[in-house]
């Protein structure tokens, strides 16, 4: 089902029925601690407020950042409090509204280093996609490597290189307070391969690898929490509703195991 879905995002403008069905506004709501979910239904933003501040994690579609803003607001916070923005990836989905939130807050940009030129361009030759998924261009303030570490009121965000996806993408790792309990929190950036050629690729010739050594990378974590650039990829519906819970140690296992048999079973067949 995700890897279906991953193509349709590849092919389909951003006026299209599905980007529309993700971008459907729904309320924000708290998941643990300080840690908010406020992106629509299945275009996953995350919110994590302290007493300096606010970081934000993706902005979703250009069409969004209303909702992301909206949601932010409703919960009490202020778009103006929003100190650090947190790329996973540039890609429409996920970049589209970061021009617009980093306006509004005046926050400072952190993404992939291999993705800040993709920023740049607004998603303009891109490796997979070419010019068909552009979005406002957007200027990093940070172009972070594998390991680095950004702080903001006592919590740190830790950047882990997870490319593939796309040649910067970034997944965040960083602990909250959940009352009294630490809580191990992942934003993974990305693991899926729509449609993508992962054998002798001229725009990308070293994405097999990258893919093998994301999963690998992945399987070390430790996460008690954990989410993904859309809802359906990590069972936002049922996890919000209370049918599953979000405090789930073996979601990263089960999230890792679905992308890699999707990846190998489409590097197989193109080999």
């Known amino acids: 089902m995700l890897s279906a879905l991953a193509v349709i995002l590849a092919l389909l403008p951003q006026s299209s029925p599905a980007f529309r069905a993700w971008n459907a506004p729904i309320e924000p709501f708290r998941v643990a601690g300080p840690l908010y979910y406020v992106g629509p239904k299945d275009i996953t933003s995350l919110l994590v407020t302290t007493p300096s501040g606010h970081v934000l994690i993706d902005g979703g579609l250009e069409e969004s950042a209303p909702i992301v803003a909206a949601n932010i607001r409703k919960l009490g916070f202020r778009v103006e409090d929003v100190k650090i923005l947190l790329s996973t990836h540039a890609h429409t989905d996920h970049a589209g509204g970061?021009?617009?939130?980093?306006?509004?807050?005046?926050?400072?940009?952190?993404?992939?280093?291999?993705?800040?030129?993709?920023?740049?361009?607004?998603?303009?030759?891109?490796?997979?996609?070419?010019?068909?998924?552009?979005?406002?261009?957007?200027?990093?303030d940070v172009a972070v490597r594998d390991g680095q570490e950004t702080e903001l009121g006592g919590i740190r965000f830790r950047a882990i290189a997870t490319p593939g996806h796309t040649k910067g993408c970034t997944s965040w790792a960083f602990v909250i307070d959940d009352g009294g309990v630490e809580r191990q929190v992942l934003m993974i950036g990305g693991t899926t391969a729509p449609n993508y050629r992962l054998v002798g690729n001229p725009g990308y010739p070293a994405i097999a690898d990258d893919f093998e050594r994301t999963f690998r990378t992945l399987r070390a974590q430790r996460a008690d929490l954990v989410f993904e650039g859309h809802g359906f990829a990590f069972d936002l519906e049922a996890r919000r509703q209370g049918q599953r819970p979000f405090v789930d140690p073996g979601a990263l296992k089960e999230s890792v195991d679905r992308a890699e048999a999707a990846f190998r079973k489409a590097l197989a067949e193109q080999k």
Request: charged fraction near 25%; proline fraction near 5%.
């Open 98 to 140: 970061l021009a617009a939130l980093k306006a509004a807050s005046g926050a400072r940009l952190f993404a992939g280093a291999a993705d800040v030129e993709l920023l740049r361009r607004g998603g303009r030759g891109d490796f997979a996609f070419g010019d068909t998924l552009p979005f406002p261009a957007v200027e990093a």
